[in-house]
């Protein structure tokens, strides 16, 4: 709860700095000074307001908060992006602008001739100067109130594409992975794989049925669901987990706990994911004897976790020490940043979540530069890293350039 509060704190921070501009641009620039240009501070305020709000809120209980608070928070996030993208064009047309005023007007007046007096000649005032002015005034708000509503189509346009895939059904990513060390006889073994499903304020029951039923069409041999289940306790959304004890495989379901699962009573969780029959790999492997050959399934707890037992750190050398390197090994574990210890171990394929793909379009830019891997196959230090988009999503309902995903990975025989 404190690192949640924490956030929050920041958030709202940064939340602050933002509107101030988002006002500057949308409000100061397009209105002249009276009542309108008083509205349009108190609404920024108020919006301001409603972000860190709407996540403290959210896990206070308060639901009813989470759909205006998130589409406002995912609308604030393009129109910045889109009035920052206009600051150039703005800026040189601004210049053209002025320059084209400059030219047009007179720098000087005629000569005038000079008086004599008693104190000598003397200089007549210089009526005709004129100074530089700045470009007019009704161009640059015509411009600012042009840049304006361009900013305002454009990131609505965006925030209801993004809702639109966000809220539909996961897509399915097929990859196949050769692995040196899988036996002939295993070639073709199949793991759906999912993560970052967030059940929450806005995702329930309908969410996790829609994606068990797609999962079980796979007819996979294993199923993975590496982390980020809930937003949320056991009592608040125990019933909406309840569809994954339908998950079908041949050799299991498996689960590795995300950095949310720790806000969210971890302890509590694991007990009722291994309740609803998934197998909860913390730090340790199982065997998965299949067509003649042995796989190491292996799993570790997120690289956020602290504590002891259930709420323990990740330990790598408990899930992946004391095992026949022959064999080919594959690890769970949520964050793809883990494959830099586990790659020390010799893991043949890491299969991850976490990133949800960016989510949104630029945040992807962002998210690189703490995760390795953001989506599809990498690789890091030798060991393969596959990173699921997420099949939910985190704070605003929106997706743009990252659909939810549900992945189904082929292991080869190389």
């Known amino acids: 709860m404190m690192a949640v509060l924490g956030f929050v704190a920041v958030l709202a921070l940064v939340t602050g700095l933002i509107h101030l501009y988002l006002w500057k641009r949308l409000v100061r620039d397009t209105t002249a000074p009276g009542r309108w240009r008083r509205v349009g501070g108190i609404a920024a305020l108020v919006l301001a307001l409603l972000v860190p709000v709407t996540l403290a809120g959210t896990q ?151 994606i068990v039923a797609a999962i079980n069409r796979l007819d ?85 976790a602290a504590g002891t037992g259930l709420a323990a750190p990740p330990d790598f050398a408990a899930a992946l020490g004391d095992r026949d390197p022959s064999r080919p090994v594959v690890l769970l574990a949520h964050q793809p940043l883990a494959a830099k210890e586990a790659a020390r171990y010799g893991v043949d394929l890491q299969l991850s979540g976490h990133t949800h793909g960016g989510q949104m379009v630029p945040f992807n830019l962002a998210v690189k530069l703490e995760q390795p891997v953001v989506s599809g196959l990498g690789e890091v230090d030798g060991t393969k890293v596959y990173v699921t988009n997420g099949a939910g999503f985190w704070g605003p309902p929106v997706r743009v350039g990252a659909e939810p995903q549900i992945s189904l990975v082929e292991l080869r025989s190389a």
């Open 60 to 210: 206070a209980g308060l639901y009813w908060l989470a759909w205006p608070g998130y589409l406002w928070l995912a609308l604030m996030f393009y129109l910045l992006v889109v009035l920052i993208v206009l600051e150039v064009p703005m800026l040189v047309t601004r210049l053209v602008l002025r320059r084209r005023v400059v030219a047009a007007e007179p720098t000087t007046a005629a000569p005038e001739p000079v008086l004599v007096g008693a104190a000598g000649p003397t200089e007549p005032p210089a009526v005709g100067a004129v100074a530089a002015p700045d470009h007019d005034p009704s161009r640059r708000l015509l411009l600012a109130r042009g840049a304006a509503i361009f900013a305002g189509l454009t990131a609505t346009g965006i925030v209801g594409y993004g809702v639109r895939t966000a809220l539909g059904p996961p897509h399915l990513d097929r990859v196949r992975i050769p692995l040196a060390k899988l036996p002939r006889s295993m070639d073709g073994l199949r793991i759906a794989t999912v993560s970052d499903i967030h059940l929450g304020p806005l995702r329930g029951r309908a969410h996790t049925e829609r």
């Open 220 to 304: 996979a041999d294993i199923v993975a669901v590496v982390g980020d289940l809930v937003d949320g306790s056991v009592a608040e959304l125990g019933s909406a987990a309840e569809p994954l004890r339908d998950l079908r495989s041949r050799y299991g379901s498996f689960f590795v706990t995300g950095n949310h699962e720790y806000y969210s009573g971890v302890e509590e969780w694991v007990q009722e994911v291994d309740r609803l029959g998934l197998r909860v790999l913390q730090n340790r492997r199982q065997e998965i004897q299949a067509r003649g050959g042995v796989l190491d399934l292996a799993g570790v707890n997120d690289l956020t």
